[in-house]
């Protein structure tokens, strides 16, 4: 898979349009550009070192690490959960893993948490199922990131087929996130 790779290193500048816009008018198009703008703008005001790959889209998350050159492990799934009506948090989950919900909920100290509706994790962050990252999103909800996250890893870009690949402990940092044992 043709992927092409754009390294920033948390400096200010146009990216050039994406060569795979999927299927979809041209405003579709430029939702998603707009989206991979408000990740990377927000990677940039964090200071974060970073590398774009844009692949396209792409039917699993081991073809997603593939073509990112990574292994399923470090790429980085961002999950939405919902606490209640109007408290949200993301959750960094390794690609090989899922949520443990039990101790999510015993990290969070509450006995519900939910997944939120496509439309309401839409409203909530700003991004669609499938491009969803903390970066840029149009609320600073809390981050809570599995322990097992570290050295380089890929997480999403804010578009489909758009990885940035940065440091974990970097992104950590920069999200103010609670790492913790919470997949299993």
């Avoid at 690490?65 to 999950?79: D, F």
């Avoid at 959960?81 to 015993?106: H, M, N, Q, T």
Wanted: proline letters at 5%; a negative charge.
């Amino acid at each position: 898979m043709d992927a092409r790779r754009l390294a920033r290193s948390g400096s200010r500048g146009r990216w050039p349009a994406p060569h795979h816009l999927g299927p979809g008018s041209a405003v579709e198009a430029q939702c998603e550009t707009d989206d991979m703008t408000r990740a990377t703008e927000a990677a940039d005001s964090k200071g974060l070192a970073y590398e774009v790959t844009k692949h396209g889209r792409v039917n699993s998350l081991e073809e997603a690490a593939a073509a990112r050159g990574i292994e399923p492990a470090k790429l980085i799934k961002t999950i939405v959960v919902r606490l209640s009506d109007d408290d949200y948090r993301f959750v960094l989950v390794p690609g090989d893993r899922e949520i443990a919900w039990p101790k999510l909920r015993a990290l969070l100290g509450i006995n519900r948490i939910s997944m939120p509706s496509a439309d309401t994790a839409l409203e909530v962050t700003g991004y669609v199922r499938g491009t969803i990252t903390p970066l840029g999103s149009t609320n600073a909800w809390p981050v809570i990131a599995d322990d097992r996250i570290t050295g380089t890893i890929s997480i999403g870009g804010g578009e489909h087929g758009v990885g940035m690949t940065v440091n974990a402990e970097d992104l950590l940092k920069a999200l103010d996130a609670t790492v913790a044992d919470v997949t299993d």
